[in-house]
């Protein structure tokens, strides 16, 4: 893999060399027509008349478009084609029911890898389409900012030996190339997955996917794009799921799709079902001794009990409880209202009866290593986005390994039950995030894929099935009562981003003084 890296920036850099020389080449043979500005002149005079009466299903940029493809047509046969991978090991696709230990057993194998892979990432479902959207927003605001300085003429154009027209000619074919890019922009981020590589060294990738799914529309289009390009660039693959890949998509939305993820999937995994029906989560909780975190029903006695783990808590992280503002993807930040040295307090409404997503659940997660959510009510219909909320915050803060402290109305098992008002639907439909919602970005790529021009698709919506529905909820009854564990409990203070943050400044100061000692 470290050859094929070499390989690809020399093929990168020796292709955009000679997409230049071809294009100055273009530019001094036509210069030397004199005629031919004044032909090209008189076919832009005769595009601007023609473009007021041009019939509607005539492309304005076919042209250009048949220029870029000749070219690249040519550079192949010059320089090659893109290099190829070497055959990589075939990743895994770990599928069965809650509890059964498929995350478990990813995280052994991510692990296993750290000092051996260099280049290696673990993601969570809602983190990896958060970042996706992301890189994808952040890609196409770039591209809407430098629109302006595009208009300009590059510094490499600028000194070429051509006259002014030659080198507008030549601006408006970068800027064709940089136009096109960006109609294809799943490829650029993917390759940004593993951007902070240590140094410049390229190698080997895997990358962890925990808990797969095809909720709607946008995951299909976007991990088919994504999965493509990290597969065909030689990463390897490690998933979990509940769900067989061929069953991902019993909804059937945009099969093409859908069918080149099933294919890269089926091509590049091998699928293991791990078929046990117990789930270890609860087995561990019913033969352990488990601290009381999660107290109900809401009645004076479980309110004080509740409140004595809050002072207990924040005494033992320094005690002053302050107000907070933490930063969340996109740009924005969310508001804590308690808060003390990693330890942070919520009322369920707050979190979940406003709409707020993934993206704020991951900020809290990642800030606090305990957090006490107060006044959580049963699950109804009624209150159905708030439910699709807390377990969609559950899913982040055990993703994290946060210590949770609930004071609720019923017990964990009946906390999904349903009441009178009926049971719950639609769960697990996955809310995006951008600086404006309904953005051209997300509308484009729902609709075609990529980020072109094309209009709001119709009545896309997540579409569950109750198997689906059921999953949900037995996973979020499962991880609640994992969470209760002293086997659980014990790891936050090793696996929590906020003490393998303060660990890692330890570790810094220690290696500062000892410097510092040993130079004296």
Known sequence: MEEYHVNLSNWEKKRENERRRILMDEVEKQQNDKDWWKRLNNKITERWTNSRKRPENVDPGVGKWVSYLKREKKLDSLVGRRPTAPPAPKGLYIYGNVGSGKTMLMDMFYSATEGIVKHRRRYHFHEAMLRINEHMHKTWKKQMEEKPLQSGISSWIMNLPFDTKAKEWLAAEERYKKEVQMK????????????????????????????????????????????????????????????????????????????NLLSNLEEHCEKVLVGSEIDYRRFIAQRSENRVNYLWPIERETINKFEKKWQDATGRFGGKVISNTISVMFGRTLEVPESCEGVARFTFDYLCGRPLGAADYIAVAENYHTVFISDIPMMSMRIRDKARRFITLIDELYNHHSCLCCLASSSIDE??????????????????????????????????????????????????????????????????????????????????????????????????????????
């Open 415 to 520: 906390l999904f039950q349903g009441t009178e008002e009926g049971t719950l639907f639609d769960l697990e439909s996955f809310q995006f995030e951008t600086e404006a919602e309904g953005s051209k970005l997300r509308r484009d790529v729902l609709a075609e894929g990529n980020v072109g021009s094309g209009g709001t698709p119709v009545g896309i919506t997540s579409i569950l099935s109750g198997q689906e529905e059921l999953f949900t909820f037995q996973r979020a009854v499962s991880r609640l009562i994992e969470m209760q564990t002293q086997l659980y409990l014990d790891g936050v203070s090793n696996v929590h981003p906020y003490f393998q943050t303060q660990h890692k400044k330890f570790q810094k100061n220690r290696d500062n003084l000892l410097s510092e000692s040993s130079s004296v």
């Open 184 to 259: 294809h922009i799943l490829p650029d981020v993917a390759d940004k997955f593993f951007l902070d590589r240590e140094g410049e060294e390229k190698g080997a990738n895997i990358l962890c996917f925990d808990e797969i799914q095809t909720v709607d529309v946008f995951a299909i289009v976007a991990l088919s794009g994504i999965l493509s390009r990290l597969l065909s660039s030689g990463t390897i693959i490690v998933a979990t799921s509940n769900r067989a890949p061929k069953d991902l998509n019993e909804a059937n939305m945009v099969p093409e799709f859908f069918q």
